[in-house]
């Protein structure tokens, strides 16, 4: 359901919970509301209205947010991987599409005929392949220290998302942009998206279970915020 407060539009999602909880994200400022389920339409408005100010604000900020400009994936071009600047050095040939990490270079192996869209995904599968590596000893990890179980996890990409979590399957999906944040946020998100198997929404006791469990979360999160973001990328 969308709310609309002027020119201002609200996606308002109302499920089993005791909380409203209202959040604004990227790239566009999107707003979202959710609210208890018995909650009466004209409260959540009446809510809405006494946030206006704070709802402008974000979305101030967030026109101000840094972001990647265009890539067409040829050489000298700049790009990242676990948060560190690399330089695509592009190599034509007829070897079967690859990507080799140098200390300061991403060298992509290509046929002369790839165009920029094929040179995307070459990247992204790396990008993919990479992340598939690093994220099975975060959740091992985890998992004994949450006393959680995650039975399946999956890389893609997303537009509104760092990450997903169905706590009925027990299934985590990443976001694939994550490949190019530090570590450390990679480490975060998984974390966040585990602590919903204990807790399904970002109310105060998925917020308890964050201090206890990574107590510097907050820092991380603001990191994470604080990089050159795509135009498809949202926070947390």
Same mark, same amino acid.
Request: charged fraction near 30%; charge should be positive; hydrophobic fraction near 35%.
């Given at each position: 359901?969308?709310?609309?407060?002027?020119?201002?539009?609200?996606?308002?999602?109302?499920?089993?919970? +005791?909380? %409203?909880?209202?959040?604004?994200?990227?790239?566009?400022?999107?707003?979202? #509301?959710?609210?208890?389920?018995?909650?009466?339409?004209?409260?959540?408005?009446?809510?809405?209205? *006494?946030?206006?100010?704070? #709802?402008?604000? @974000? @979305?101030?900020?967030?026109?101000? @947010?840094?972001? =990647?400009?265009?890539?067409?994936?040829?050489?000298? &071009?700049?790009?990242?991987?676990?948060?560190?600047?690399?330089?695509? @050095?592009?190599?034509?040939?007829?070897?079967?599409? +690859?990507?080799?990490?140098?200390?300061?270079?991403? &060298?992509?192996?290509?046929?002369?005929?790839?165009?920029?869209?094929?040179? &995307?995904?070459?990247?992204?599968?790396?990008?993919? $392949?990479?992340?598939?590596?690093?994220?099975?000893?975060?959740?091992?990890?985890? =998992?004994?220290?949450?006393? %959680? =179980?995650?039975? $399946?996890?999956?890389?893609?990409?997303?537009?509104?998302?760092?990450?997903?979590?169905?706590?009925?399957? +027990?299934?985590?999906?990443?976001?694939? =942009?994550?490949?190019?944040?530090? #570590? $450390?946020?990679?480490?975060?998100?998984?974390?966040?998206?585990?602590?919903?198997?204990? $807790?399904?929404?970002?109310?105060?006791?998925?917020?308890?279970?964050?201090?206890?469990?990574?107590?510097?979360?907050?820092?991380?999160?603001?990191?994470?915020?604080?990089?050159? #973001?795509?135009? *498809?990328?949202?926070?947390?």
């Amino acid at each position: 359901m969308q709310l609309k407060l002027g020119d201002i539009k609200i996606n308002l999602v109302q499920k089993n919970i +005791k909380n %409203v909880h209202l959040s604004v994200h990227p790239p566009n400022g999107t707003v979202r #509301i959710s609210a208890p389920l018995k909650m009466d339409l004209e409260t959540i408005k009446i809510f809405a209205i *006494s946030k206006l100010g704070w #709802i402008k604000k @974000q @979305q101030g900020k967030l026109q101000e @947010q840094e972001r =990647e400009t265009p890539r067409d994936f040829i050489s000298r &071009e700049s790009h990242y991987f676990l948060g560190k600047r690399y330089l695509l @050095q592009v190599t034509e040939g007829n070897s079967v599409p +690859k990507i080799i990490l140098k200390p300061n270079t991403i &060298e992509m192996f290509i046929k002369p005929t790839t165009n920029r869209q094929k040179r &995307e995904i070459v990247l992204d599968k790396w990008y993919r $392949e990479q992340l598939k590596e690093l994220i099975p000893p975060y959740i091992s990890k985890w =998992e004994k220290t949450l006393g %959680v =179980e995650v039975k $399946e996890f999956a890389i893609k990409k997303m537009r509104t998302r760092w990450g997903t979590c169905n706590p009925i399957a +027990k299934r985590i999906w990443l976001n694939l =942009e994550l490949a190019k944040k530090p #570590i $450390e946020c990679i480490e975060y998100i998984v974390v966040h998206e585990m602590v919903h198997l204990l $807790e399904r929404s970002h109310n105060e006791k998925f917020i308890a279970y964050m201090n206890h469990y990574m107590p510097h979360w907050r820092s991380l999160k603001r990191e994470l915020n604080r990089l050159p #973001i795509t135009n *498809s990328e949202w926070k947390y």
